[in-house]
């Protein structure tokens, strides 16, 4: 940190001729000084007049502070050019660092125009990377004293400045969101950065941003570590509490569908689990849980075949999209799933075992070879015309190939079917 002194010179600085009445002066030299929270309450005091005076030609302060700086350094002897200007640039970021907060209190208590007071307080001098962070508290209070109108207004602005969830601006964003109650916009980074920060049960914006972490980029991987056990951590269960069960449900199926990575869905996943929908549930969903099966990541997949299961009996063309599916999938944990569903169902119906040639012809394909040799055990216990997955045989390796060869070619009752 340094000191006033050290920063500014032994001597006063002059005040730039706008900065007229006594009060405006005081506030400047709390600026220069450093003096965040006596400022803070002086802000506080101001008429309109003084607000505006200071709003005006406060970005000029900056350029002062920058332009007095290099000229103490000027006065330094040095050896070389590159010194003079390692030590200028090192000297004027460690000033605005620490006069940071400073800073952003004034433009917040004094700028009229919304739009200038945020470009002000997110700008390069302010919105320092590493500065101290900004004591929200203050800042919100030193906000009260501005229209209502205003607040609001910086408040929504601010919020669409959030990048990433640990945004130096967020904390201050969702402060006065929360203070003016104006309504969050909808923007994903400010529902990530909501996420980290403490909340507590009557905050004003969890009913706007809670149900929105099903659609806003980036929610899931905030929560991606929240747990079941041994009893739902805390987002887990306030989703339960406050979000209506058929759009949590909804929410998560739909979040599904959007894919992603798989930490990206974990928070949805265990969501879903808790929630535990019922087969009526399932069922008005079915055509969307069957649509996951392809290509979601593995644990979204076994979710949806697990949902699937749950309703069955299912319609036929329903039942043959479900094992095409799961045995296209290279984890053989679903690949086997399927191959079940496909045993079952030849048993109960003999004659659709030409609906499912083409799950026996993917599943020859597999790289797993226990896969492979289910695949070719079902068939030789299910299938009587070779023709159904001829294209199919060449794919196998060559013990499971010669098995379906030996078959078709000799007749049907060249090999007994293995019981599988």
């Given at each position: 940190?340094?000191?006033?002194?050290?920063?500014?010179?032994?001597?006063?600085?002059?005040?730039?001729?706008?900065?007229?009445?006594?009060?405006?002066?005081?506030?400047?030299?709390?600026?220069?000084?450093?003096?965040?929270?006596?400022?803070?309450?002086?802000?506080?005091?101001?008429?309109?007049?003084?607000?505006?005076?200071?709003?005006?030609?406060?970005?000029?302060?900056?350029?002062?502070?920058?332009?007095?700086?290099?000229?103490?350094?000027?006065?330094?002897?040095?050896?070389?050019?590159?010194?003079?200007?390692?030590?200028?640039?090192?000297?004027?970021?460690?000033?605005?660092?620490?006069?940071?907060?400073?800073?952003?209190?004034?433009?917040?208590?004094?700028?009229?125009?919304?739009?200038?007071?945020?470009?002000?307080i997110t700008g390069r001098?302010?919105?320092?990377?590493?500065?101290?962070?900004?004591?929200?508290?203050?800042?919100?209070?030193?906000?009260?004293?501005?229209?209502?109108?205003?607040?609001?207004?910086?408040?929504?602005?601010?919020?669409?400045?959030?990048?990433?969830?640990?945004?130096?601006?967020?904390?201050?964003?969702?402060?006065?969101?929360?203070?003016?109650?104006?309504?969050?916009?909808?923007?994903?980074?400010?529902?990530?950065?909501?996420?980290?920060?403490?909340?507590?049960?009557?905050?004003?914006?969890?009913?706007?941003?809670?149900?929105?972490?099903?659609?806003?980029?980036?929610?899931?991987?905030?929560?991606?570590?929240?747990?079941?056990?041994p009893a739902p951590t805390?987002?887990?269960a306030r989703v339960r509490?406050?979000?209506?069960?058929?759009?949590?449900?909804?929410?998560?199926?739909?979040?599904?569908?959007?894919?992603?990575?798989?930490?990206?869905?974990?928070?949805?996943?265990?969501?879903?689990?808790?929630?535990?929908?019922?087969?009526?549930?399932?069922?008005?969903?079915?055509?969307?849980?069957?649509?996951?099966?392809?290509?979601?990541?593995?644990?979204?997949?076994?979710?949806?075949?697990?949902?699937?299961?749950?309703?069955?009996?299912?319609?036929?063309?329903?039942?043959?999209?479900?094992?095409?599916?799961?045995?296209?999938?290279?984890?053989?944990?679903?690949?086997?799933?399927?191959?079940?569903?496909?045993?079952?169902?030849?048993?109960?119906?003999?004659?659709?075992?030409?609906?499912?040639?083409?799950?026996?012809?993917?599943?020859?394909?597999?790289?797993?070879?226990?896969?492979?040799?289910?695949?070719?055990?079902?068939?030789?216990?299910?299938?009587?015309?070779?023709?159904?997955?001829?294209?199919?045989?060449?794919?196998?390796?060559?013990?499971?190939?010669?098995?379906?060869?030996?078959?078709?070619?000799?007749?049907?009752?060249?090999?007994?079917?293995?019981?599988?």
């Amino acid at each position: 940190m340094i000191s006033p002194t050290r920063a500014f010179g032994h001597a006063a600085p002059s005040t730039p001729k706008f900065f007229s009445g006594p009060a405006v002066r005081r506030i400047l030299d709390l600026i220069r000084r450093n003096q965040v929270h006596e400022l803070g309450s002086r802000l506080l005091t101001l008429t309109e007049a003084e607000r505006g005076e200071i709003g005006r030609e406060l970005p000029g302060l900056v350029k002062d502070l920058r332009a007095e700086k290099t000229a103490e350094l000027a006065r330094r002897d040095y050896d070389a050019d590159w010194e003079r200007a390692w030590d200028e640039g090192f000297e004027i970021d460690e000033m605005l660092d620490e006069l940071a907060s400073a800073l952003l209190l004034a433009g917040i208590g004094t700028i009229t125009g919304p739009a200038a007071a945020v470009s002000f307080i997110t700008g390069r001098d302010v919105n320092r990377r590493w500065a101290v962070g900004v004591n929200v508290a203050d800042a919100v209070r030193v906000a009260a004293s501005r229209p209502v109108e205003w607040q609001r207004d910086v408040a929504v602005r601010l919020a669409r400045r959030i990048r990433r969830p640990n945004d130096r601006v967020a904390p201050l964003a969702v402060a006065l969101l929360r203070a003016s109650g104006a309504e969050p916009p909808d923007h994903d980074p400010l529902v990530a950065a909501w996420l980290r920060m403490m909340t507590h049960p009557d905050d004003p914006l969890t009913s706007c941003l809670l149900p929105r972490i099903f659609d806003a980029e980036g929610a899931g991987r905030e929560l991606r570590d929240e747990r079941l056990t041994p009893a739902p951590t805390r987002w887990l269960a306030r989703v339960r509490g406050d979000v209506p069960r058929d759009r949590a449900i909804d929410g998560c199926v739909s979040r599904f569908l959007r894919g992603g990575e798989a930490q990206d869905l974990r928070f949805f996943v265990r969501l879903h689990d808790l929630l535990a929908p019922t087969p009526e549930e399932t069922g008005a969903r079915l055509r969307d849980y069957l649509r996951l099966l392809p290509s979601s990541p593995g644990p979204v997949a076994e979710l949806a075949a697990k949902q699937i299961k749950a309703v069955f009996p299912i319609e036929r063309a329903d039942l043959v999209e479900a094992v095409e599916s799961l045995t296209f999938r290279a984890e053989a944990k679903l690949a086997t799933i399927g191959l079940r569903w496909l045993d079952a169902e030849l048993r109960r119906t003999p004659s659709a075992v030409a609906e499912f040639g083409p799950a026996l012809v993917t599943a020859y394909g597999h790289t797993s070879f226990n896969v492979q040799s289910r695949a070719v055990d079902l068939t030789l216990k299910h299938v009587t015309d070779g023709s159904l997955v001829a294209d199919g045989i060449a794919t196998l390796p060559a013990d499971l190939a010669a098995r379906l060869s030996a078959r078709f070619s000799a007749g049907p009752q060249a090999e007994q079917p293995t019981e599988v």
